[in-house]
């Protein structure tokens, strides 16, 4: 697929149904073109945006004033970069008839530059960040919530230049707004309807993208460390979360301490050196991941729905698993399975005092009696194609 040089650009429901797909308002200005070769635009010619909707600009490089990584990357959304779409206007359009002329004239040498403006919400916060985490003593770290949380958010997204941090009096969490700032790409001096970030050009664009995505939300969001629960996610408004009414809603994710008597985890899916799959105990800032950036980042903006759509061991739960997987992908860790891998990719706790016995999430027995019903010939630990 070739990015062309037009007034409006679309693109199908297909192209923008991954997990980091555009939102609907933003689809319907793209447009999915057939590749066609490079035109010559002959100088001297002043030309309209629309004769110029031949031209194949090729590969071209994005120079973030941000003092970030330049990346060569073709105009082409892809799952490694995510390209968010902003509005178009009359003065778009003049500006494209433009830089259409200038293209004919030879006029700019084809360089990429990105300007950034932006500020955050911070809507994002730590509940309790100057109480001590229980359960230290004896050598064990004792360290605030506040400054555990700020961890985890660390080593979800490594990056320097993101200057995560969490207030330790009032809990709230900050990110570097240049980070996080969606970024035009100019072309010819036309400036183009996609955007890019230091995020998500970052070497965690997932797990980065995630954290400026709930820091700027509209909505509340709320961070609590629990050793006694299994991890969940609480939604404000559960409808909205799930898209039956618009906006998408807030809400509170729980989260394991360092200091937790259970190991938590996960059945991975079947791989060739392991047909039957595995299990893998996650470490607290994954299991914060999946809870924040899976269940939360879909409830954020209303696409929770085909989570609960189906019961969680038939079929549901399999968005917010998408989306940890590629936190997984992004950190080097084997991938989770779904319910159709053994033990249908269902998470688990291990006491870490004996932790040769594992304790799975009653919703494997629920995957277990569906394959009954629909798979019989398939046991529990064997992959369904």
Known sequence: MTLRLTRQVRASAAESSSVFGMDRSHRDRIRRTDPCPASSLGGGTAVTASAARGHNFGRASIHPSD?????????????????????????????????????????????????????????????????????GGGGVATPTIGATIEGYLKALCPIASANLAVDPAGGKVTIAPSFCAKKPIEIFGWTTPFE???????????????????????????????????????????????????????????????????????????????????TLAIKPWLVLGHELCGHGWLGNFGRHGPDDAKKRGEGGHQATVARENLLRKEHGIEPRGTFKDPNCGESYWQSKAAPAKINWSSYRAVCEKWRKRHYPTYKITDKIP
């Open 67 to 135: 003092g970030g990584p330049t990346v060569q990357q073709r105009l082409t959304p892809s799952p490694s970069q995510q390209l968010q779409v902003g509005p178009t206007d009359a003065q778009a359009e003049k500006e494209a008839d433009l830089a259409a002329s200038r293209v004919a004239a030879g006029g700019h040498a084809g360089r990429l530059s990105i300007r950034s403006s932006t500020s955050l919400q911070r809507k994002l916060k730590v509940d309790s960040p100057a109480t001590a985490i229980s359960g």
């Open 196 to 278: 890019y970030s230091s995020a998500t050009i970052s070497g965690k664009p997932a797990s980065c993208s995630c954290l400026c995505d709930m820091i700027d939300s509209k909505h509340q969001w709320t961070i609590k460390v629990d050793d006694v629960g299994w991890p969940h996610t609480d939604f404000d408004d559960e409808n909205a979360a799930n898209g039956k009414k618009p906006g998408g809603s807030g809400g509170t994710v729980f989260a394991p301490s360092p200091n937790t008597k259970k190991l938590w985890g996960a059945a991975t899916a079947p791989t060739a050196a392991k047909p039957s799959g595995g």
